[in-house]
């Protein structure tokens, strides 16, 4: 079946403890990409990759960093998470390029 | 910088009427738009996707239109049905730093009731 999925569905944790969100694709797909939505603000690009040579910012890459080293996984790391990055995130792909995208399930993270 | 905007932020209809969901963009230059849905406590799941030269997509009940000189496109859902009720969303995609990035509107919340 293909599918995005993330890891951990659900995470609690506390200031300033690294974590890392899991991402993987199993459609071959170049292009992915991470999302926070948050109430009243909606869905908003932290990080983007168009394959795996290329990776460039979102409009809020403050806080994250992603790897690309293969081309079916996307991890979005937070070295030390903030109250303020308590959000749900989501993991996406497509063929290439911004086309029609898959989502992945949603990560719900909250920061102490 | 790009700005999406959707009015209304909540529509409540009753089953089976047609209705007209707006989404509306500030930067004409893009390359696609694509609607979404998305279920409470899912993810989203691409309805429609609208490259910049064409005018409209259609699938099923749903048609999407494009009007990129207007800053415009439209979600048309014919014969609602209460399995239709989501939230909608729409998103752009345009050139940015030499790459391509993306805004989403932040939604319609429709609801039709039986």
């Known amino acids: 079946e293909a599918q995005v999925t993330q890891n951990p569905r659900y995470l609690i944790t506390v200031t300033g403890k690294k974590l890392t969100v899991t991402c993987s694709q199993n459609?071959?797909?170049?292009?992915m990409s991470w999302y926070r939505q948050d109430p009243g603000l909606g869905l908003r690009q932290i990080y983007y990759?168009?394959?795996?040579?290329?990776?460039d910012k979102g409009d809020v890459p403050e806080g994250y960093k992603v790897s690309r080293k293969e081309k079916r996984n996307f991890p979005l790391i937070l070295e030390s998470p903030s109250p303020n990055q308590t959000s749900l995130y989501f993991c996406?792909?497509?063929?290439?390029?911004?086309?029609?995208?898959?989502f992945g399930p949603g990560t719900r993270l909250t920061v102490l | 910088k790009q700005e999406v905007t959707q009015i209304p932020a909540a529509l409540s209809v009753p089953e089976g009427e047609n209705l007209v969901l707006n989404c509306s963009f500030t930067?004409?230059?893009?390359?696609?738009l694509q609607w979404f849905r998305q279920d409470p406590g899912k993810g989203l799941t691409s309805l429609l996707l609208?490259?910049?030269?064409?005018r409209e997509q259609t699938s099923g009940r749903l048609n999407a239109s494009l009007d990129k000189s207007s800053g415009r496109s439209t979600l048309y859902i014919a014969a609602s049905q209460p399995g239709d009720s989501a939230t909608y969303l729409c998103?752009?995609?345009?050139?940015?730093?030499?790459?391509?990035?993306?805004?989403f509107g932040t939604g319609t919340k429709l609801q039709v009731i039986p």
């Open positions: 996406a792909s497509s063929s290439r390029g911004w086309d029609t995208q898959y």
């Open positions: 459609m071959n797909h170049e292009y």
């Open positions: 990759s168009m394959n795996v040579e290329v990776t």
């Open positions: 930067d004409s230059a893009i390359y696609n």
């Open positions: 609208i490259q910049s030269s064409q």
């Open positions: 998103a752009v995609s345009y050139k940015s730093g030499g790459y391509q990035k993306v805004t």
